[in-house]
């Protein structure tokens, strides 16, 4: 079976537990990654399309779900590049942390030019943003800016933004980031930095990840190794990332990172790992893009978009810790 017709916080409120129902209601009934031979593995396709097929043509759909270590159990068009949004931060985090491994606790060079009003980085923002962008983050260390930037740290929107586009600058530019990520470790090539976070983004292009790619950023952190990085490090890394108790109602820790945005296309991305008890951990990530309506709509089909990201990706974390769906010894 192939799902290519798509190609054209985190409590799961009402607007998701609908689409749940959707998904729950439909009858069960092989997966582009799912193996055919794999116990129900036409039922989590066909749960699959009933989720995503009330949202209509022109829907982009990326999947990666598997080990830590090993091969995914699960995937749909997983080397396919799509809009990241803020999803490609925890990617940053790792270039960001492994090129000042030394001392974290330092405060980087070059972030006091990131941060000023005539840097490309800064242009999104107002006067009055800038000034309180510059009072979080001038001389703060390499681990506060990773914590911001991940959204470990509270900071409003502009800071949070901000932090990654001084990560962003500090590392030399989008393009030199890029080529920074891909020096890590070759799973990371389908990551791709083009722009400063809220420049706009159709003059130098978007910043893109595929779902593999970031899942493998994903898994070097869940799996508590990552080549060249140090244990100190890594475990810094790890650290920074957004964790949370029992999300989806799925008992053990979650790390997470997402991804938004509202102008055309409409972007969701779900990613992290779900660290389960006495269990190997689940990595996972979910990409969603949607051609963005007219404005009057613009909401209502964001707000859904991200209830349906939320809704796919509490099913497929459901699914693959079900023992028929893991892979046999």
């Not at 990131?114 to 983050?137: C, F, G, V």
């Not at 952190?221 to 890394?237: I, K, N, R």
Request: charged share 20%.
């Amino acid at each position: 079976m192939s799902l290519n017709r798509y190609s054209q916080s985190q409590t799961i409120p009402r607007a998701i537990l609908a689409v749940l129902g959707v998904f729950m209601a439909s009858a069960a009934q092989g997966s582009e990654g799912l193996a055919p031979d794999r116990p129900n593995a036409s039922a989590l396709d066909d749960r699959v399309h009933a989720l995503l097929d009330p949202l209509g043509a022109g829907l982009g759909v990326s999947v990666w779900v598997g080990p830590a270590q090993g091969a995914p159990w699960y995937v749909i068009e997983p080397e396919v590049a799509r809009p990241s949004a803020s999803a490609i931060k925890t990617a940053y985090l790792v270039a960001l942390f492994a090129r000042f491994a030394e001392d974290l606790d330092a405060s980087p060079s070059g972030l006091d030019d990131a941060l000023s009003d005539d840097h490309p980085a800064m242009a999104p923002y107002s006067p009055a943003q800038r000034d309180e962008i510059r009072t979080a983050l001038l001389g703060a260390s390499v681990r506060t800016i990773g914590g911001v930037m991940m959204g470990s740290i509270d900071a409003p929107n502009h800071v949070y933004n901000a932090a990654a586009s001084a990560s962003t600058a500090i590392l030399g530019g989008p393009d030199a980031l890029t080529a920074a990520i891909h020096g890590i470790d070759p799973a990371f090539d389908g990551i791709v930095a083009r722009r400063y976070m809220l420049a706009p983004r159709d003059v130098t292009g978007d910043n893109e990840v595929s779902a593999a790619s970031l899942a493998a950023v994903m898994a070097r952190l869940a799996s508590g190794e990552l080549p060249g990085v140090d244990a100190e490090t890594l475990t810094a890394m790890r650290n920074a990332v957004i964790r949370r108790e029992a999300v989806f109602d799925l008992p053990g820790r979650h790390f997470l990172k997402g991804g938004a945005l509202n102008s055309d296309p409409i972007t969701r991305v779900k990613s992290g790992w779900w660290e389960r008890p006495e269990l190997e951990p689940i990595v996972y990530v979910v990409m969603l893009t949607q051609p963005a309506p007219a404005p009057e709509s613009l909401t209502e089909a964001a707000d859904r978009l991200d209830a349906t990201a939320s809704a796919l990706s509490a099913m497929l974390l459901e699914a693959m810790n079900a023992a028929d769906n893991q892979p046999q010894p």
